[in-house]
T-cell receptor, first 112, second 116 residues
Framework: DVKVTQSSRYLVKRTGEKVFLECVQD?????MFWYRQDPGLGLRLIYF???????EKGDIPEGYSVSREKKERFSLILESASTNQTSMYLC???????????FGPGTRLTVT | AQKITQTQPGMFVQEKEAVTLDCTYD???????LFWYKQPSSGEMIFLIY??????QNATEGRYSLNFQKARKSANLVISASQLGDSAMYFC?????????????FGAGTRLAVHP
């Protein structure tokens, strides 16, 4: 079974802090994704990566950056957290762009 | 514009009955894929079923089937013999080619409650 893990289930940070969300997958997948999930909006793509050191902006990249130094790890960075970034963050991976994505358990981030 | 619409914010069903969750999509691409995911209260998204735009037959996976009507651009999920454990959020998603890459576009979701 594909396993996608995220570093924290719950996180509380202060406005202006730098926040790191880590995601690791164990199935040698090429593709990794970061989404945020808000009620009534479904999941929205923040960034994705199709290879090591490669990153592409999704639909809502503002205020976020990512890093993929190793194939199995994809990090989401909030350079200066703001209250409007309070949300559920979901990481996913897939074998290729046309295959189903497998998701981690999510990180519920609260910025106060 | 590429879009997924789920018009039912909430649904409820009696245990052991069948339920249909609606999903309509909008795309001008001839090649696309449609996915359904389940999200229990634990938060993890679980892949349920996939339908390709060129697939001739409706996809089925155990108690899940996808009622794919291409001309109407609908991809409804049918859950047969509902169980209490089916209570969850359900998301429809479309794989679309946008900005040079394949991406998943999600609907807003439908919350399903199964009553005993």
């Amino acid at each position: 079974d594909v396993k996608v893990t995220q570093s924290s289930r719950y996180l509380v940070k202060r406005t202006g802090e730098k926040v790191f969300l880590e995601c690791v997958q164990d199935m040698d997948h090429e593709n990794m994704f970061w989404y945020r999930q808000d009620p009534g909006l479904g999941l929205r793509l923040i960034y994705f990566s199709y290879d090591v050191k490669m990153k592409e902006k999704g639909d809502i990249p503002e205020g976020y950056s990512v890093s993929r130094e190793k194939k199995e790890r994809f990090s989401l960075i909030l350079e200066s957290a703001s209250t409007n970034q309070t949300s559920m963050y979901l990481c996913a991976s897939s074998l290729s762009a046309t295959y189903e994505q497998y998701f981690g358990p999510g990180t519920r981030l609260t910025v106060t | 514009a590429q879009k997924i619409t789920q018009t039912q914010p909430g649904m409820f069903v009696q245990e052991k009955e069948a339920v249909t969750l609606d999903c309509t999509y909008d795309t001008s691409d001839p090649s696309y894929g449609l996915f359904w995911y389940k999200q229990p209260s634990s938060g993890e998204m679980i892949f349920l079923i996939y339908q390709g735009s060129y697939d001739q037959q409706n996809a089925t996976e155990g108690r899940y089937s996808l009622n794919f009507q291409k001309a109407r651009k609908s991809a409804n999920l049918v859950i047969s013999a509902s169980q209490l454990g089916d209570s969850a959020m359900y998301f429809c998603a479309m794989r679309a080619f946008s900005g040079g890459y394949n991406k998943l576009i999600f609907g807003a979701g439908t919350r399903l409650a199964v009553h005993p």
